[in-house]
């Protein structure tokens, strides 16, 4: 995730831009290359995991159900003898592109919402009013009610799993903006009044080129280090939603259902709450160190220290 | 400041206003009928006038503004009857959660005292914790004792409730039969041996929401004394004589606690919120349980009233923390 602003200037090497500079200084945060490493390593076990690992997640062999680890199955299997190290990594790929779908989501309307109401005062006083109401809304019970609402029409529509996807992604983008409007918004209120700005204005550059061109990539830097955080947030908020029993139906793993399901047999098999616990907390305490070190690394003032 | 004050609590009814009007705009959506349940041998006349009874059948506003009514009318006149005596609200209708066929607000008085006792007292503690370490954190900046507090406050950032008191049911009731892992409501605490049952069968959800807190609130804490530190008047008062002591605990302690307090006060909703995750796995039969469990059973009047008082604590708490801010801060200026 850390790298793909990066990549595009890995090619060109006549030129050193910023982001050589920002990468100096990632580097140097000792947590956040050990986070990028172990996000990046959960991300591929998850993505090419099951190319090497050829048991199907719902496969259901009844004969070796609630069998501990052995060489046929690493973690064991559950309670239907489905083998849970297949099971982990079709989980994580749902919860990881939930994460990132839902941080799209949230990230593109926070910017669009910051950039609007800090570029045109008008709209200001309307778009931080409804900011702050969505603020003080209470968020986790009005996802929990979305989610008992929409769910049994989405899934009619486009089937349990896309619509559980669609509405869980779209309710947790919903809901988690505001931070980002916010910051953005703070951004472009100072930009604006720089000369660069006052020049491009001058010009004669119309209000639309004015912002793709001269505002957004200089608000980049916060956008991007509330993006990465927004992935964290996003995770957790899942899980949360599917450990009470509000998420993803159960043949359709994600990590939070999976530690959901294993609570139920937590007196006799409290091994089976660990690996979906441990790898949530894992992607997630990842992204945190990725985000500190991406606030530092593009933050300046720090830079170059 | 009172009219400062006056004019934010002004300004706060339209937003409440808004928010209620959201929730139950939501809550209109869903397609469940509260007389599903009942036995289908009731005759379709009866079924109707039990219908109009309940006011299912009128428009959306109408039912908005009875709730309102209720609301913001009924129940407080329900409240004076019940403090002074009095029968104000005598004939009236209450908002009646359709699960327990009771007034709502007797249900959540009911529930209120345990989720208290419980979020109540985690948010002491993790506080308690959370301000000596952020305060040695700072003073000893990358100090092992620093690195050991940044990463386990990332830690308790990271792990999610629903694993780390999942975890805390593993370690402590199931492996070391400790602490049991279900809050048992019906306990009554008159003597040492009660008490001390008390104190075991809340010691797990507390630590699980303690370190939460303490997570959040040490970083900011530590953030805060940092920024402290390095000003002016920490070195004239080292300059003047002052023991470390003094500097520390009443010069910089006393400046940033300023900010610290106003994120105290905006964090006491979003325990609620953390909290009925908590309720949940320790079967604490508090608000957020209720509210989980109304959710289930489509009980409408329930999830709006609990939603919205949800979104009364947070309005509130956000005008308690501008008041606070303005209040220790001379610097800051209400006019």
């Given at each position: 995730m850390t790298d793909t602003p990066l990549e595009p200037v890995a090619?060109?090497?006549?030129a050193r831009s910023q982001w050589w500079d920002v990468w100096d200084q990632f580097k140097t945060h000792k947590g956040a290359l050990f986070g990028a490493a172990v996000f990046l390593f959960i991300v591929l076990s998850v993505t090419l995991g099951p190319l090497l690992w050829p048991?199907?997640?719902?496969?259901?062999d009844i004969r070796a159900r609630?069998?501990?680890?052995?060489?046929?199955h690493p973690f064991g299997t559950d309670q239907l003898g489905r083998d849970i190290l297949a099971r982990m990594m079709a989980g994580g790929q749902v919860s990881i592109a939930v994460g990132l779908t839902a941080m799209a989501i949230s990230v593109l309307l926070g910017t669009l919402i910051g950039v609007v109401s800090g570029f045109f005062r008008r709209l200001d006083g309307a778009l931080m009013g409804l900011t702050d109401l969505f603020l003080a809304l209470p968020l986790l019970p009005l996802l929990l009610v979305m989610v008992m609402l929409f769910r049994e029409s989405l899934s009619r529509s486009f089937g349990p799993e896309t619509g559980t996807f669609i509405l869980i992604v779209s309710a947790i983008g919903i809901t988690s903006w505001m931070q980002t409007a916010r910051i953005v918004r703070g951004e472009v209120l100072a930009l604006k009044e720089r000369e660069f700005v006052l020049a491009a204005r001058s010009i004669g550059t119309p209000s639309r080129r004015m912002i793709l061109r001269h505002i957004l990539p200089n608000v980049l830097s916060p956008i991007m280090v509330s993006a990465t955080l927004g992935i964290a947030t996003a995770i957790i908020t899942e899980s949360a939603l599917s450990f009470l029993?509000?998420?993803?139906p159960p043949d359709f793993p994600t990590w939070g259902r999976l530690l959901f399901d294993a609570v139920d047999y937590l007196q006799q098999y409290?091994?089976?709450?660990?690996w979906p616990g441990l790898a949530i907390s894992l992607t997630v305490l990842s992204v945190n160190y990725i985000g500190d070190g991406l606030r530092d690394a593009l933050d300046p003032r720090i830079r170059g220290r | 400041m009172l009219t400062f004050i006056f004019r934010r609590l002004l300004l706060a009814i339209p937003t409440l206003v808004l928010i209620s009007l959201i929730i139950f705009l939501l809550l209109d959506?869903?397609?469940?009928?509260?007389?599903?349940?009942?036995?289908?041998?009731?005759?379709p006349e009866v079924r109707q006038k039990m219908r109009d009874a309940l006011g299912l059948d009128s428009p959306a506003y109408v039912r908005y503004l009875l709730w309102a009514k209720q609301f913001f009318w009924v129940e407080p006149l329900v409240f004076v009857d019940w403090v002074i005596?009095?029968?104000?609200?005598?004939?009236m209708q209450r908002i009646v959660?359709?699960?327990?066929?009771?007034?709502v607000f007797d249900i959540i008085i009911q529930r209120i005292p345990q989720t208290l006792w419980v979020v109540g007292l985690a948010y002491l503690v993790g506080v308690l914790i959370a301000v000596p370490i952020g305060i040695i954190s700072a003073y000893k900046q990358y100090s092992w004792f620093d690195q050991i507090g940044t990463f386990v406050s990332m830690i308790g950032f990271s792990v999610p409730p629903f694993f780390s008191g999942v975890l805390m049911i593993v370690f402590?009731?199931?492996?070391?039969?400790?602490?049991?892992?279900?809050?048992?409501?019906?306990l009554v605490v008159d003597d040492f041996e009660s008490f001390g049952q008390q104190i075991r069968q809340m010691t797990l959800p507390v630590m699980v929401l303690a370190l939460q807190t303490t997570a959040q609130l040490s970083r900011f804490m530590r953030a805060s004394m940092l920024d402290n530190l390095n000003h002016d008047y920490v070195r004239t008062a080292r300059a003047k004589g002052m023991t470390e002591k003094v500097v520390l605990l009443v010069h910089v302690l006393r400046n940033s606690m300023i900010p610290v307090i106003t994120v105290i006060a905006l964090g006491i909703p979003s325990i609620f919120g953390g909290a009925i995750i908590t309720e949940q796995i320790f079967k604490v039969n508090g608000l957020g349980q209720l509210l989980i469990t109304a959710i289930y059973a489509n009980d409408l009047p329930m999830v709006q009233t609990l939603a919205f008082i949800f979104a009364v604590l947070i309005v509130l708490c956000n005008l308690i923390a501008d008041v606070l801010y303005g209040l220790l801060d001379p610097r800051i200026r209400y006019d």
């Open positions: 090619k060109d090497t006549s048991i199907e997640p719902t496969f259901i609630n069998s501990g680890p052995s060489l046929a029993g509000l998420g993803f409290p091994e089976r709450v660990f | 959506l869903a397609p469940g009928d509260p007389l599903a349940n009942q036995p289908l041998s009731i005759p005596g009095t029968n104000f609200s005598e004939g959660s359709w699960q327990f066929r009771s007034p402590f009731a199931i492996m070391l039969p400790w602490f049991p892992s279900i809050y048992d409501t019906t």
